[in-house]
């Protein structure tokens, strides 16, 4: 499903060259839900951003659902992501001037999908925001607003789901039930999943744990039996 082989990403800061990822290899199976974790600065977000065709590696090959994203033009890769990739930032990234509904519908409209008013509306009873689609970002909470942008992310059936410290910007009460909202939608959905996160509680819920230091790949376990909020305080 994805496969990272021998990428590498090198930054130029004050003139010199600033390696954010060494070279690595990564395979990661269809359906599979994976936590990334690591320090601030250690490429955890630089690596989602190249899963998501959003940045180009500076050596190396990347694959993800049968596609080479490095052999693809821009206009490719914006096809690809529009049609494969879901992402949910930590800052929500909703359009503030549309309603809940509008924002999810949006993507749909601009694939040309059928019938995206009522996908719109199934989604948003997926993610227990029937009664609360007419309301603009601004009236909702942040988590409502976050679930508004997991639906969004869900709106094209995307093969690969990258969510980049989805409960950031959250208190710990309602960036549980973010998790577990994502964990469910992962099961019905059967979406390969990567999520960013610095929390050992919330990478606790994946069925695998890749950590990153420095650039490099320090850790990848994979769990039996993935940890509730409930079993990780136990």
Sequence with gaps: MIVLSQVSKVLSSGGQ????????????????????????????????????????????????????????????????RSQAIGFVFQSFQLISTLTGLENIVVPMEIRGLPTPRTRGLELLEMVGLEARGGHYPAQLSGGEQQRVAIA???ACNPSVLLADEPTGNLDSG?????????????????????????????????????????????????????????????
Excluded: C, Y
Excluded at 36 to 51: A, E, H, N, Q, R
């Design 152 to 154: 969004r992310a869900f």
């Design 174 to 234: 309602t960036g549980g039930r973010i998790i577990e909202l994502l964990k469910s939608l992962h099961r019905e959905q059967q979406t390969t999943m990567m999520l960013v996160t610095h929390d050992p509680e919330i990478a606790g819920a994946a069925e695998r744990i890749i950590t990153l230091r420095d650039g490099r790949v320090v850790g990848d376990s994979t769990q039996a039996k993935p940890m509730g909020r409930q079993e990780a305080r136990s």
């Design 17 to 80: 060259p600033l390696t954010v990822l060494h070279p690595l290899d990564l395979t990661i199976d269809r359906g599979q839900f994976v936590a990334v974790m690591g320090p601030s600065g250690s490429g955890k977000s630089t690596l989602l951003g190249l899963i998501a065709g959003l940045d180009d590696p500076s050596g190396g090959e990347i694959r993800v659902d049968g596609q080479t994203l490095t052999q693809l033009n821009e206009d490719q890769l914006a096809r690809f």
